[in-house]
């Protein structure tokens, strides 16, 4: 079988070591935008506009020469009456924006384009880059900020705006957590067991680990364990790094790289990272556990995954042959390398989409199935390729 896919890791601020709660918003937490009236006007609920929210993601997407399609106001009006229909206290807006209006903001967007671009710029888009074997990697998200500026995980975001919980299918949630750019699910907490290693010193690994690779991308890790001469390794998406990246655990980034990309395949989409003594590995992780691999997986059966953009999700299995797996899975840049498992058995690595145009990714749960199709490596292929070639992660045995 043969796919065009499209692979991604998403580009993040590297965090700086900093206290960050894990069960409430930090101090500085900026919410997304929402339109809301001028606070002298006296209103009985907050008002929603999503068109407003739509152009000024436009607007700072054109900052950074990324051109996206303008205002669908039957969109925006559905979600806005959606917001309205489930979300308390809040209202619609008056109709005060014009095609005048429309038109201004597509006209900043424009003009902002040549802004000029420096290190405390948010998202950076950097396009697409191509990858042997029919395989094309894209990377987006935050710009990086340097460590010694920053003073928390800069991809650690708590937000409770109304349009936020909507789209997260959450509207009654008190906090929504975004750890991915253009994501708008709920994201995975760092995990208890996560947070015991880390005052140890340590960082734990585990499936679906979120890990920040090289200075400014975030994958996540799809399985740990030893390989024949005893080394602790743990296997990601090839697209995620280069040999001699270095690794962090997003969820303990505190304790500093504790591993190593030391080989990457292009071709079967899977790169080794080799793990440091600062590190603790499991097989179990904030609820996925991995207790054999490899093994089909066939049309019709059910796959879930875990990963760092969209957590939690499972699909139908649409075709696979020896090497991929095609299914309903929901997953987008920063999901890459997850685990993907048919009950306890993984049996493959999220790799990519079928298509190159992100804006049919899944990013909402309120998309249920309408979303592109999501590829996945298969875990027999990665392992044979690993044991074919020898060296770090040949051999490779699970985690206890």
């Known amino acids: 079988m043969t796919a065009a896919i499209v692979t991604g890791a998403v580009m993040l601020a590297v965090p700086a070591v900093g206290a960050v709660s894990s069960e409430g918003a930090t101090s500085d937490t900026t919410p997304l935008t929402s339109s809301v009236v001028d606070s002298t006007t006296e209103i009985t609920g907050t008002e929603v506009d999503s068109a407003d929210v739509v ?17 669908d106001r039957a969109v925006t009006d559905a979600i806005d009456h959606a917001i309205v229909t489930h979300v308390p206290h809040t209202r619609l807006r008056a109709e005060e924006v014009t095609a005048d209006n429309t038109d201004t903001a597509d006209t900043t967007a424009a003009e902002e384009q040549t802004t000029e671009i420096t290190g405390d710029t948010p998202p950076s888009i950097r396009g697409l ?20 500026q920053a003073g928390l995980d800069q991809n650690y975001r708590w937000v409770n705006d109304p349009i936020a919980k909507v789209m997260a299918g959450k509207p009654s949630s008190e906090w929504i957590l975004h750890r991915v750019p253009v994501s708008w699910f709920d994201a995975p907490r760092i995990p208890e067991e996560s947070m015991v290693v880390q005052e140890q010193g340590a960082s734990l690994y585990g499936p679906g680990t979120p890990i920040v690779v090289g200075k400014s991308k975030m994958c996540t890790i799809g399985v740990v ?42 071709l079967h989409d899977y790169s080794v990272v080799e793990l440091g ?43 696979s042959d020896a090497e991929i797996h095609i299914s309903q899975l929901c997953a987008m840049v920063g999901d890459s390398g997850a685990p993907v498992m048919a009950g306890d058995r993984m049996v493959g690595l999220i790799s990519g989409g079928v298509l190159s145009d992100q804006r049919f990714s899944c990013r909402t749960p309120l998309q249920g199935q309408l979303f592109m199709p999501t590829v996945s490596t298969s875990m027999d292929t990665v392992l044979q390729d690993l044991d074919a070639r020898g060296g770090v992660g040949a051999g490779f045995r699970l985690a206890d």
């Open 277 to 319: 003594s600062n590190t603790q590995i499991t097989r179990s992780y904030n609820g996925v556990t991995v207790n054999s691999i490899g093994g089909p997986a066939r049309p019709g059966d059910i796959l879930c995954k875990q990963g760092v953009a969209t957590g939690h999700t499972c699909g139908n299995v649409w075709t």
């Open 55 to 71: 152009n000024s993601v436009r607007a700072q997407l054109a900052a950074l020469g990324v051109q996206v399609p303008g205002v």
């Open 225 to 266: 364990g030893t390989d024949a001469e005893g080394r602790k390794v743990g296997i990601t998406a090839g697209h995620c790094g280069d040999p001699g990246e270095k690794v962090w655990s997003a969820d303990s980034w505190q304790v500093g790289a504790s591993g190593t990309v030391v080989t990457s395949n292009k």
């Open 129 to 148: 880059s191509s990858l042997p074997g029919e395989r094309a990697a894209y990377s987006d998200g935050e710009a990086l900020v340097p460590e010694e």
